[in-house]
């Protein structure tokens, strides 16, 4: 009886968990500008910074404590060390190559055009 009691209780308390959160996010949503201003100014301070940092270190540590290797943070690297320079060096390559073959391109439309239009002059 009494354990039926508590789930009464639980369900009751969950409702109203429930009913805060939602008028939160009717508040968050009638004062959205407000809201956003508040959430960046907060976030901001030296202070906060500062603890975020340090529970972000902290879980890192718990983590590695645990052997469990954490991701690195930003773009993952897709080659290391000297085969990275090398990959780069071929994408420069590529990319130099395309320039080229662009401008002379460019350059024989150019020809055209201009060899074109001097001789309909001609035939005038």
Not at 42 to 63: D, F, G, H, N, V
Not at 87 to 115: G, H, I, N, W
Request: hydrophobic share 30%; with cysteine.
């Amino acid at each position: 009886m009494l354990f039926s009691h508590c789930i009464i209780k639980m369900n009751s308390v969950s409702e109203k968990i429930l009913k805060r959160r939602a008028a939160v996010e009717r508040w968050k949503a009638n004062n959205r500008d407000y809201y956003l201003q508040q959430k960046r100014e907060l976030s901001a301070r030296p202070a906060y910074r500062a603890r975020m940092r340090a529970k972000y270190a902290e879980q890192q540590q718990e983590l590695k404590d645990a052997g469990i290797l954490p991701r690195k943070m930003g773009r993952p690297r897709l080659y290391e060390g000297q085969e990275a320079i090398d990959m780069r060096r071929q994408r420069s390559r590529e990319a130099t190559a395309r320039c080229v073959l662009k401008k002379k391109s460019q350059m024989q439309e150019k020809d055209e055009s201009t060899t074109n239009s001097s001789s309909s002059e001609k035939s005038d």
